[in-house]
């Protein structure tokens, strides 16, 4: 199909038609909240790739991998070329087995930057180019942090940018009962300020404020690790932030010392937790927003990501039982509004023409939207409807997510195993059942230099 040829109107009605004809797009093109002019100006240019192949390699599996096939059929309809999505739980060890023997895909789909970076510093990613990095500098919020987040060194060490994130979540949030914040009269805080002085005042009117629980099997303390990285995000700059999760500065460092008593702040007070802040551990974090669901409530807030509903009493209802707003960030303190969270980034493993031109098509909104409406896709590209998005739940968290000024990855995730997933883990236990931040602190920086 030389769509190239088309003007925006032909070239709409044309997929339209193919897709009356064969079913092959899942959404009619000219129809619903979609970009499709944008479309069918990129379909016009967009180069006829007949007959070439592009193969996608990442974790995606059912359905997921339905809805992300049927993104696909919009570059095929518009290009011609055949694109061949492959999925597998062992992504992480079969992308590198795959890449030392000369047969990587095209396209690599990484569920975290760690992987693909030791990957480029081999070689075996193709770098996007300046144009790419200007691009989504300028079209994706915060912009610049999606820049840096995929840019790695190569095997000579020079950083280039390798990884265009596509489809991200959210870990700032925190959930609420609308009915319960309106018969107690409260209202959603738009600062860290507020956020305290409400707690402060559930407490004052004989309420509990917060449900918090870290336990999750051998995986115990994890969630104080997103509320510890919240914290830091909302109290030191973005660069100290990535030097902590490098141990350019120390686990110690008074700076993380502060984020960590921050946390205890709203955990270690026995009157802003249910159960008491000797329950925090060992109550399971799938348990813990149970309370807000309680009459009388046990609770008013909980801070988790964009998942928990899946641990909501059964027929919760979105906006009526349950919502939530951003994790705010202090007035004073002039960070503005850092969202913590992750994504899966798209590399290229072995460059050609149409490779290049899928990496091209992805900038484009509609290679977003058609995700936004199948599934809890998120994306910061600013160019996209946020009608698109299936439900009001996506829809607000892809508000926050364009309202952001800086976006940072879970830091336990970019630090090494033994202290991410381990003592950084334990550490937060011990915290929360009364250990002073700093012994605990020295104690995680400790194991960390045990493994230099």
Known sequence: ????????????????????????????????????????????????????TVTVYGPWLNPEDGFFNNMLAYFEAATGADVIYTGSDSFEQQIVIDAEAGSAPNVAVFPQPGLAAAMAAKGQLAPLGAGMADWVAQNYAA???WVDLGTFADKDGAD???????????????????????????????????????TEQIVADGEVPW???????????????????DMMLRTVSPDVYDQWTKNEIPFDDPRVINAIEEFGW???????????????????FRDSPKGMFTSPPQCYMHRQASFVPAFFPEGTEFGVDTDFFYMPSYADKDLG?????????????????????????????????????????????????????????????????LGATTFRFDGSDLMPGGVGAGSFWTGMVDYTGGKDATAVAADIQASWDALK
Request: with cysteine.
């Open 337 to 401: 509004n850092p969202v913590l969270g992750g994504g899966t980034l798209m590399a290229v493993t072995k460059a050609s023409d149409a490779t290049m031109a899928f990496m091209e098509f992805l900038k484009q909104p509609i290679a977003h939207e058609v995700m936004m409406a199948q599934t809890g896709f998120l994306t910061p590209h600013k160019g996209v409807s946020l009608d698109a998005y299936k439900d009001d739940t996506l829809r607000g968290l892809g508000e926050i997510l």
């Open 143 to 145: 912009g610049p942090s």
């Open 160 to 198: 280039q940018m390798y990884g265009l994130f596509y489809n991200v979540n959210v870990k700032s949030l925190v959930w609420y009962s609308p009915e319960n914040f309106e018969d107690a009269g409260y209202e959603v805080p738009g600062s860290m300020e507020e956020l305290k002085a409400l």
């Open 1 to 52: 199909m030389k769509k190239r040829y088309l003007a925006g109107a032909a070239a709409l009605a044309l997929l339209a038609g193919g897709a009356q004809a064969d079913d092959h797009l899942a959404f009619t093109p000219g129809e619903g909240p979609f970009d499709w002019d944008g479309y069918a100006a990129w379909a016009e240019t967009a180069p006829d790739l007949k007959g070439q």
């Open 266 to 284: 709203f955990a270690r007070d026995d009157a802003k937790v249910s159960g008491g802040a000797g329950a925090v551990a060992s109550t399971d």
């Open 211 to 229: 449900c918090i629980g870290l336990g999750s099997g051998a995986a115990t303390g994890w969630p104080a690790t997103d509320w510890v990285e």
